[in-house]
């Protein structure tokens, strides 16, 4: 019983901010790979800047993923997703 709770945890814990990268952001990931490009950022946000995309690629690999993400829309310089 143990065991399997905390597999569930820990699968909670790994997919919930995929989730949420999900719900917000996955429409515009025209290729599917789990990660925005800039341009992929700009077809749904076109006011978001080089500069903008740039700092929220916090690892510096030309992509933003769920982490940077979330990092950025609790920094503010990602809205949130409408609801």
């Given amino acids: 019983m143990t065991l399997s709770l905390t597999r569930l945890i820990a699968a909670s ?3 919930l901010p995929m989730a949420a990268f999900a719900a917000d952001y996955m429409a515009a990931d ?3 790979d789990g990660m925005l490009s800039l341009e992929e950022v700009q ?3 076109p006011e978001v800047t ?8 916090s690892d510096g690999d030309g992509l933003i ?16 997703a409408d609801s």
């Fill in 30 to 32: 025209a290729n599917q």
């Fill in 65 to 80: 993923n769920a982490d940077e993400l979330a990092m950025a829309q609790s920094e503010g310089l990602m809205p949130e």
């Fill in 43 to 45: 077809a749904i946000l």
């Fill in 50 to 57: 080089t500069d903008t995309f740039l700092a929220v690629d």
């Fill in 13 to 15: 814990v790994v997919a």
